[in-house]
């Protein structure tokens, strides 16, 4: 089955500064790969996603990037302010035309925003 | 406001209780999922639903125990013989097919008294 591994488990930076945290999956079917976003006692939100049909994607000042054939992908946030202090997961899943594969989480990266 | 509701908030169970958490969606969601979360151990799948009378288990399904008779409601028994029940725990739902976006409830943490 799927094993997502996330890297680095913790994250600290300055404000203004980048953010990067990476994942690696095992199965090659997977094509479906969001990040969620959980703020301390409430449950995950999407905050951005990428299918394997694209190899980066944007949103303001979050990134996507997906290597398919290193089998990784990555989150990047730039310009990082206070209030993106929060766990990120990333996942990881098949999906296809009338059916959906479970998603696959890693373990999380707990970023700490400085002011 | 459609969303995905949890209840209770907290809750406190005796060892050898069961205790039934509720998630209610009013998303028009096929599927529906319940994860564990535990420190350090990001999200864990117990149990999910594709279809309304049908669900699978999960990873660590043992000591858990659900129902889909509706298509909003996937109530999750944790029962006693769950050894180590004490977490937070997660609903999602989603549509089913292409467009796979998981909302999540905002958890029940359990804790074992």
């Known amino acids: 089955g799927e094993n997502v591994e996330q890297h680095p488990s913790t994250l600290s930076v300055q404000e203004g500064d980048s953010a990067v945290i990476k994942c690696t999956y095992s199965d090659s079917a997977s094509n479906y790969f969001p990040w969620y976003k959980q703020e301390l006692g409430k449950g995950p939100q999407l905050i951005i996603d990428?299918?394997?049909?694209?190899g980066e994607k944007k949103d303001q000042r979050i990134a996507v990037t997906l290597n398919k054939t290193a089998k990784h992908f990555s989150l990047h946030i730039t310009e990082t302010q206070p209030e993106d202090s929060a766990v990120y997961f990333c996942?990881?899943?098949?999906?296809?035309?009338?059916?959906?594969?479970?998603?696959?989480f890693g373990k999380g990266t707990k970023l700490s925003v400085k002011p | 406001d459609g969303g995905i509701t949890q209840s209770p908030k907290y809750l406190f169970r005796k060892e050898g209780q069961n205790v039934t958490l509720s998630c209610e969606q009013n998303?028009?969601?096929?599927?529906m999922y319940w994860y564990r979360q535990d420190p350090g151990q990001g999200l864990r799948l117990i149990y999910y639903?594709?279809?309304?009378?049908?669900?699978q288990k999960g990873d660590i399904a043992e000591g858990y125990s659900v129902s889909r008779e509706k298509k909003e409601s996937f109530p999750l028994t944790v029962t006693s013989a769950q050894k180590n029940p004490t977490a937070f725990y997660l609903c999602?739902?989603?549509?089913?097919?292409?467009?796979?976006?998981?909302?999540f409830g905002q958890g029940t943490r359990l804790t074992v008294v």
């Open positions: 999602a739902s989603s549509k089913s097919g292409a467009n796979t976006e998981a909302f």
């Open positions: 998303l028009n969601h096929d599927a």
């Open positions: 990428i299918r394997s049909n694209v």
């Open positions: 639903s594709q279809i309304v009378n049908d669900f």
């Open positions: 996942a990881a899943s098949q999906i296809g035309t009338g059916s959906q594969g479970n998603l696959i």
